[in-house]
Each structure stands twice: as structure tokens, then as C-alpha cells.
């Protein structure tokens, strides 16, 4: 057997050497790795999901180094996921068919009403089919990574690269504010003091870094509490604390409410006892921790209001409402304020008697509403609303308690995600949303293998 390995891996240098001398050593390699992957996939399907996990890093890379397949390279990613399912339901539909969930109708009606506001209410279709892209395209990760996890260890390994993908960025963040990495002068109010420097690791923003460490630090808290192993435990509750320290750096006071509601929530899953010490350590945080109590003193403070009523938040909800009041049901069209694609369009509205510039809403509810009106906000709300409780359910019903752990942490995750886009537009960033519809796929595929498992033991039992 080892001698037809040799001549096997003898035979495999020739042709590798053969074909470099024509081809390229480069090609060659290239070629290679996409064979490598290729038959990763085909031996066990469910990798390609994890691909996603790295979507931070991916989309780093190839705005770094390959510019010119970097705005397209999650649709590829996407449609090789849809035909890896495709692969699936084709040679296993015997043994895995096709997975529903009780979320499946909530989507599905949400992606409905966002045509509905496309047919009826599009001033310029262009730019309405470009905002309907940007809203529907990252909620469709949903139905693939569902139908392609195979079981609880695949999920469970999905996790844990993407704690892993985190966890890295947050030590990269906190040795951004070892250095005192440089950042523009518009991330800091003029009138405020001690921010010496707000990171962001690979990211463009500091808030979006923000929401992606509120996303994935009460599963790394899941994690922590899963191993028994003592080495392993205080790893994960090591690269806890290294995130809490990335995320007070980040100075976004929107992922703070973010992060402080998820870990409420993960405390009150987890156990209702630790609600209390949970709080108490927040206050004190707020209180005692310099650059926390700067922060949000500042913000409580008649400068601040001022300064945000000239040119920030307050203003811009402000000039939001009043758009809102004059298209009250359907909003002014998908993708004519209030995110990248009016930006990008340079749109402006009138306001009273002044000309405005389109711009980034901060709040996503009310720049849902103002591009979509109260049926689009309605249909949105809605969504998030059944994301919450069919996590819910799903942690109701679990009896594993490596899934139960699991969800615990997702679904705590998610809840500061949606408290935060209140503040902030965070699903106006494709990487944001890619991760938050990724791990919803995950908490509903423990919801299917739970209702799976229940009914197998009801019908032996029957």
C-alpha cells in the first residue's frame, strides 16, 4: 500500500511539473486548490457553509489585492452554494429532503412585501431595483445555509469559525489601540475628550465592528460554558474578555446598548440568577471605566444634543420623520434615502424649503420606513419579531445541551444586533447581515433536528 502511495505521488509531481512547464506553476497551484475544494465539497457539502464564516476575511483580502472580483465575490459564493444544494438534493434526497422551517412564511412574506413596495412605488426603477437588491439579497444566505448544515456537529463547527473569524479581529483591535492606530477626525465629536483613537481591525467602521462583536461574544460565552476541559474553558473566556476590551475601544455607544441587551439576554436564558451580578457590573462599567463614562456622559450632555441636532443623529431622525410624513404607506421608493444606494445615486429631497442631501439614517427601522413606509416597517418588524420568537421556541424544545448551549449564545447575539440597528444602519453593511442571516440558519436548523428528533420519538412511541 505504501509503495502505490509513492508511485501515485511520483506520478502526481510529474504531471504537476509537466503541466507548469506549459501552463504556468501559478495556474497549476490554482488548479489544484480548486480541485481540493471541489472534492471537500463533494465528500462532505456542508463545508462550502462555512465559507461564509469567513466572509470578513474574504472580502478584506480581495478588496486588498483583487479589487476587480471583490463586489462580486459573495453572488459567486452564493450561486456555488446553491448548486452544492442542488448536488445535495440530487444525491441524498432519499435521506435528506428538503428542510422547513416555522420562519420559512415569515421570510418568505417579508421578501413579498418588499416586491409589493417595488411594483407599486418606484420612482426611478433603477435605483429601486438596486435598493430591493441590497435589502432581499444577504436575507436569501438563510435558505441555503439551512438546507446545507447536515447535522449538529456541522452547526457546531460553523460556530466555532466564526468565533474563531471574531476573535482574531478583536485581538487585531485591541492592538490597533496598543499603537493608536489613525482615524478620520469625523469619528469623534470636536467637543469630545479622551478618545485617543476608536479601532475598527479590517473593517471601515468602528460600529460595524461594534455589532459584529455583540453578534459573536455570548456564544463565545456558550462556548466557555460547554467544555469541561479547564485549558480550553479559559480560552474561550480569554477571548471573551479580549472582545469586551475591542468593543469598549471601538467607542460606539450603539454597540455598547447592543452588547448590554445580549448579554441580559444570555444571562437571562442562561440562568435568571445572573441577572443581577450581569447588572451590577454594567453600572459600575459605566461609571467607573474612564473612556465608558466619558462617552456616555457626553452623550447626556446639552453639547452633545446640540451638536447632534446641527449634523448628527437627532437631526437626521429629525429630517427622516419629516420625509415620512408626506409618504406615509409606501415610503419614497426602495433605495432613495437613507443608505448606500441613494448615497451612492446622490439623491436629495425637498424639507420644508430646503434641498436635502441624502445620507445615512442611523436608525434602519426609520430608514426602513421612510423608503418602504409603515407596510414595509410593518413587514420588517414583523420579521425580526418571529427571528426572536422562534429562537425562543427552538431553545423551548431542545433537550441536547450542546444545542441548547449553542442557541443560548446565537439568539443573544442576534437580540443586540436588532437592538442596535435602532441607532445605527447596520445591515446597510453585506457582512453584517450575511453573519446575522447565517447564524438565524443555524438556531432554525436546531429547531428542524429537534422537531425531527421529537417526532421520531413520538411516532416510536405511537
Same mark, same amino acid.
Given at each position: ?228 476541559? #479547564? ?165 423551548? #424544545? ?65
Amino acid at each position: 500500500m505504501k509503495k502505490q502511495t509513492l508511485i501515485s505521488l511520483i506520478i502526481l509531481f510529474l504531471l504537476a511539473g509537466i503541466f507548469g512547464a506549459f501552463f504556468g506553476i501559478e495556474n497549476v497551484i490554482i488548479f489544484s486548490l480548486v480541485l481540493a475544494i471541489i472534492g471537500l465539497v463533494f465528500a462532505n457539502y456542508q463545508i462550502i457553509a462555512y465559507a461564509l464564516c469567513l466572509y470578513p476575511f474574504i472580502d478584506f483580502v480581495l478588496r486588498s489585492f483583487a479589487p476587480g472580483i471583490a463586489s462580486i465575490w459573495d453572488e459567486l459564493l452564493f450561486i456555488a452554494m446553491f448548486l452544492v444544494w442542488g448536488y445535495k438534493y440530487i444525491r441524498y434526497r432519499n435521506e435528506e429532503g428538503f428542510k422547513q422551517t416555522p420562519l420559512d412564511l415569515p421570510v418568505i412574506l417579508f421578501l413579498i412585501a418588499m416586491l409589493v413596495v417595488f411594483i407599486i412605488n418606484s420612482p426611478d426603477y433603477r435605483i429601486s431595483l438596486e435598493g430591493f437588491r441590497a435589502v432581499i439579497q444577504y436575507i436569501l444566505w438563510y435558505f441555503v445555509i439551512i438546507q446545507l448544515l447536515k447535522d449538529t456537529k456541522g452547526a457546531k463547527m460553523l460556530c466555532l469559525i466564526f468565533v474563531i473569524v471574531v476573535s482574531l479581529m478583536a485581538i487585531h483591535g485591541v492592538y490597533q489601540y496598543i499603537i493608536g492606530v489613525e482615524m478620520p477626525a469625523g469619528w469623534v465629536d470636536s467637543k469630545e475628550a479622551g478618545v485617543r483613537t476608536r479601532v475598527f481591525s479590517i473593517l471601515t467602521s468602528p460600529n460595524i465592528l461594534g455589532s459584529l462583536i455583540t453578534l459573536a461574544l455570548p456564544l463565545t460565552l456558550s462556548f466557555a460554558g460547554l467544555y469541561k476541559n #479547564i485549558k480550553t474553558k479559559a480560552l474561550f473566556y480569554i477571548l471573551s474578555l479580549i472582545m469586551v476590551g475591542c468593543l469598549v475601544f471601538t467607542f460606539s455607544r450603539g454597540a455598547w446598548i447592543g452588547f448590554g441587551v445580549s448579554i441580559l439576554v444570555y444571562a437571562f436564558l442562561k440562568d435568571k440568577r445572573l441577572l443581577i451580578p450581569v447588572l451590577v457590573v454594567g453600572v459600575l462599567s459605566a461609571l467607573l471605566v474612564p473612556g465608558i463614562a466619558n462617552r456616555i456622559s457626553y452623550m447626556l450632555s446639552p453639547e452633545y444634543i446640540e451638536s447632534s441636532l446641527r449634523g448628527g443623529r437627532l437631526v437626521r431622525w429629525i429630517t427622516g420623520l419629516q420625509i415620512l410624513q408626506g409618504t406615509p404607506l409606501f415610503g419614497v421608493g426602495l433605495g432613495h434615502f437613507g443608505g448606500a444606494v441613494a448615497i451612492n445615486n446622490e439623491l436629495s429631497y425637498l424639507v420644508g424649503t430646503e434641498m436635502v442631501e441624502t445620507f445615512y439614517m442611523d436608525n434602519y427601522y426609520l430608514k426602513t420606513a421612510v423608503e418602504t413606509g409603515f407596510f414595509g416597517l410593518f413587514a420588517f418588524l414583523i420579521l425580526m419579531y418571529q427571528i426572536l420568537v422562534n429562537g425562543l421556541r427552538t431553545i423551548r #424544545i431542545t433537550t441536547d445541551k450542546v444545542s441548547k448551549e449553542l442557541e443560548i449564545g446565537i439568539l443573544a447575539g442576534l437580540f443586540g444586533v436588532i437592538v442596535h440597528n435602532f441607532v445605527e444602519n447596520v445591515f446597510e453593511v453585506p457582512m453584517m447581515t450575511s453573519c446575522f442571516w447565517l447564524l438565524v440558519a443555524v438556531l432554525m436548523h436546531f429547531w428542524y433536528i429537534n422537531y425531527k428528533d421529537n417526532n421520531i420519538v413520538l411516532t416510536n412511541k405511537n
